[in-house]
């Protein structure tokens, strides 16, 4: 990944963009912490917050147009929040609250404001702020020019002189009664100060004899403010197509940044966006949200309560997008979201030395796409991690237990011990070619036989098989030339036996084939049943059994397979209650991507997850998915086992099968649909493969989250006995043996039975060496 | 008498099968990824087979193998 690709991707994550009423602020209030420090009762917090964006609190707390009001996300169900009158209740609230303004040291330019009012004052207070020597020139008695339309009701005076008291803190000099261009020339101005902002208030008449603009005002630059004469800046209301105070403000502040970089002498236009008022980016799904009228003001006058506040602060939703965090484990587990991710990914794969913390990060996800599906600008943190995969494998940098286990499973499936790719029995070509795929048979070998005979029996022209894995575990975990090895070897059988259309039952084959196969014509076995009629008799369910469907995350965008399923399922009379997120809004069961192998915890949590989110009997369509939700307590059915006549029930007793059990699975439906249906037999076992082992049920479990095979034990025993090297514990009796077939040391505790059955007692294993010599 | 002393006294529960000798602590190195690490373990005095506890393999050695795969 690029410096440039990471910033791309960053960029499509919006999560930290600001909340709608932030970005319409033209001072960018962060309005959301003020309800949030509200809604916690925390209203110092709340009022630090709204004084450090605003100059004067007091006034616009009172009088602000709330710009944020007409854009707030809870106005989609209720009413938008009430944020001038939570700002005003935070002041009173914290009345005691004492102000700290810290100003710069004092600097030698000096700075005159023509105009009084708010965004005069404005500029005034931040270019105090920052040190600068500033004259104000008001030609009233008073500051606050148009403020003082309002009444004493709706904005008392004392607020105005406390708010504007402000000024003298950052030693602004103030000169009230002084007209510039009467009592003053504007040439002597130019003349004793460094800049001058002309903030003139609505349509003035002065014009200094600068060039005005087409509505006959002072013409000054959109961005800088900056007028036709250097030094000279003009804004505020005379340019403003609607007044609004805030935009006063705002026009204040603008003009006040140009000035203090033209007196720095740096650029005025760069890096200027987001000043003012834009749209965010940030999504706010509000759908769902339970709508809340505004919470009513006893007092109209004396503004919200306390109690009144923090109610009406609670029903501010703190806008944030977490669209995908919110959907999936993976995202949710790690604690951020994806732009930190992205960055998390793309550091662990520049990293030269030290620890590479995002391994985990990039090896947990599921790659299945659900985040690109519910994420507004279509970021995909799948995309992202499988990259990172193939960069870390390139790099020699991938960490070996991630992904072994199931690699040598997909080795296993592909070899000669459990492959074949056939014509029907008594044909010499295939019009269809029934391709299981390795955990169909590994979990369901009989269904398959009997799905194999109703394919031959309902359709012309040959239905050949094949059973191979397509290579989706070395594509899932990065391993781009073993996936390519493993799919030519795939594509160089099918074409031999005349590129005949795939049947594919499983939904990952499906999803390979179709992005690496194009070439091939691919169906769904269950469109296919869908086509061909239900085989007799059908009578699993009667139509009260209500079931929910859990789609396949590999064939997420695929409708017609989604349709055919549920056809199948209406015809075989059960009623479908759809899950909340299903169809293309599908989630992963925790084996895509081989998440299972690279993090079960986190997988079991994901399986969690997902079945808890409805108490009907699932119905799934994919054997891993089944088999996960099953070993997880949940009454999952497969789809094949209720088409081939099985009861609910039935179904869902079926005990998901060991990781040994899969392997056994495949390699004896290999074995006995080569001898039933074509009269071969297979070759003889390997010496090992003899060995008979009797597993406590207990320590079966353990096996499997040790990712230990018996045929890994069978191997230590067939050295160990072989090579007489293993151990004896003299308390029981027990022999203990270590052996390291590849890259694995595994340890077995065992002891043989009379009828020379192995006891198997205990097995572990590690990938550390040992150097030992065994003399 | 110290706890060492007091297991030195009882009977050994491992005994290399192939010489039958009990095993005796001594030096070896593990290694992983390149990194290699002296330990001391229980061996055969006779033909030099080890032993590795279920505790070690499951927990320091898995401990360490993780580290080292991320580095």
């Known amino acids: 990944m690029e410096q440039d690709g990471l910033r791309n991707l960053e960029d499509l994550c919006i999560q930290d963009h600001p909340p709608a009423c932030v970005a319409a602020c033209p001072i960018h209030v962060n309005s959301r912490a003020v309800a949030g420090e509200i809604a916690r009762g925390d209203f110092a917090a709340a009022a630090k917050i709204l004084k450090k964006a605003v100059p004067f609190p007091g006034i616009t707390s009172r009088i602000c147009d709330q710009p944020c009001q007409t854009v707030c996300k809870r106005g989609e169900a209720g009413a938008p929040v009430s944020i001038r009158a939570l700002e005003r209740a935070c002041l009173d609230q914290a009345a005691q609250l004492q102000d700290t303004i810290l100003t710069l ?58 708010d504007v008291a402000v000024l003298e803190k950052v030693g602004v000099e103030i000169r009230l009664g002084i007209t510039v261009g009467k009592d003053t020339s ?21 014009t200094f004899a600068l060039p005005l603009d087409q509505h006959g005002f002072i013409g000054a630059d959109p961005v800088t403010f900056a007028t036709a004469t250097e030094g000279v800046f003009a804004g505020g209301g005379m340019h403003q197509k609607k007044h609004s105070h805030i935009q006063s403000i705002a026009d204040g502040r603008r003009a006040a940044t140009s000035i203090d970089r033209y007196l720095q002498n740096v650029s005025l236009r760069a890096s200027r966006t987001n000043e003012g008022s834009f749209t965010t980016r940030l999504y706010t799904n509000t759908e769902g949200l339970e709508p809340l009228p505004t919470t009513p003001m006893a007092d109209a006058a004396g503004g919200y309560s306390a109690e009144e506040a923090i109610a009406e602060a609670r029903r501010c939703i703190q806008c944030e997008c977490l669209e995908c965090v919110k959907v999936c ?52 943190m799948g995309l992202v991690c499988k990259k990172a995969r193939e960069t870390l494998v390139s790099q020699g940098k991938m960490p070996p237990s991630a992904h072994e ?89 099918w074409e031999q036996m005349g590129s005949p259309q795939l049947i594919l039952s499983c939904s990952t084959c499906y999803e390979i084939f179709r992005t690496h196969l194009p070439e091939a014509s691919i169906i769904s076995l269950w469109e296919v049943l869908d086509r061909l009629g239900l085989p007799e008799p059908s009578n699993a369910a009667s139509s009260a059994t209500v079931v929910t469907i859990h789609d396949t995350c590999s064939t997420r965008y695929e409708k017609s397979i989604h349709s055919s399923v549920r056809t199948i399922l209406g015809r075989l009379g059960f009623s479908i209650e759809e899950l909340p997120l299903s169809r293309e809004r599908t989630v992963c069961c925790g084996y895509g991507g081989l998440m299972f192998f690279a993090n079960p915890e986190l997988a079991k949590r994901a399986i969690q997850r997902r079945i808890e ?108 006995e072989r090579t007489g090297s293993r151990l004896l514990n003299r308390q029981n009796g027990h022999l203990l043996a270590h052996h390291k077939p590849a890259s694995v040391t595994y340890w077995v505790e065992y002891t043989f039975d009379p009828d020379g059955v192995v006891m198997v007692y205990n097995a572990y294993c590690h990938r550390m060496e040992i150097a030992e010599d065994i003399q | 008498m110290s706890e060492k002393e007091i297991d030195a006294l009882a009977e050994p529960t491992w005994w290399c099968s192939r010489c039958f000798v009990p095993l005796e602590m001594g030096k070896g190195n593990i290694s992983y990824l390149g990194s290699v690490f002296p330990v001391e373990l229980l061996r055969c005095p006779s033909c030099g087979q080890v032993f590795i506890p279920e505790d070690m393999a499951t927990g320091k050695m898995a401990e360490v193998e993780k580290i080292l795969e991320d580095k």
């Open chain 1, 613 to 720: 989110q409805s108490p009907a009997d699932y119905v799934a369509y994919c054997a891993m998915c089944r088999d996960y939700f099953a070993s997880r307590g949940k009454r999952t059915l497969h789809l094949l086992d209720l088409i081939l006549g099985a009861s609910a029930d039935d179904a869902a007793a079926r005990k998901a099968p060991s990781y040994s059990e899969r392997q056994e699975n495949r390699a004896r439906l290999k074995q006995s649909i080569l001898k039933e249906l074509w009269g071969e037999t297979v070759t003889e076992k390997e010496r090992y493969e003899t060995i008979r082992l009797r597993v406590a049920e207990d320590l079966r479990e353990v096996l499997e989250q040790r990712q230990i095979l018996d045929d890994d034990i069978r191997k230590v025993i067939e050295y160990a």
């Open chain 1, 186 to 206: 504007f040439a002597d101005l130019l003349g004793e100060f460094d800049a001058v902002y002309l903030a003139l208030g609505g349509e003035p008449k002065e």
């Open chain 1, 405 to 493: 286990f199931p690699l040598r499973d997909m080795l296993f499936s592909n070899s000669e011990t459990c492959s074949l790719a056939h014509h029907e029995p008594g044909k010499e070509a295939s019009k269809f070619l029934f391709f299981p795929g390795c955990q169909f048979t590994g979990s369901i070998p009989q269904q398959i036989k009997k799905v194999y005979a109703i394919l031959r029996e309902k359709l012309t022209g040959g239905v050949g098989l094949m059973l191979r894995c397509c290579g989706a575990p070395a594509d899932w975990s990065g391993r781009t030339e073993l996936f390519q090895e493993t799919l030519g070897e795939c594509r160089r059988l």
């Open chain 1, 105 to 162: 040291p004092k600097k030698e330019k000096r700075v005159a404001i023509v105009g009084g009012g708010l965004s005069g004052l404005t500029a005034a207070f931040d270019l105090g702020k920052k040190g600068y020597e500033v004259v104000v020139f008001e030609k009233d008695k008073q500051l606050g020019g148009s403020l003082w339309r309002f009444s004493e009701e709706e904005l008392p005076r004392q607020v105005i002189a406390t």
């Open chain 1, 329 to 380: 484990e993976y995202l949710n587990s790690f604690g951020s979201y994806p732009k930190t991710y992205v960055r998390q990914v793309y550091n662990n794969l520049s990293i030269v030395m030290g620890r590479r913390h995002a391994n985990t990060l990039i090896n947990s996800c599921s790659l299945c796409g659900l985040c690109q599906e519910v994420c507004p600008e279509d970021l995909h």
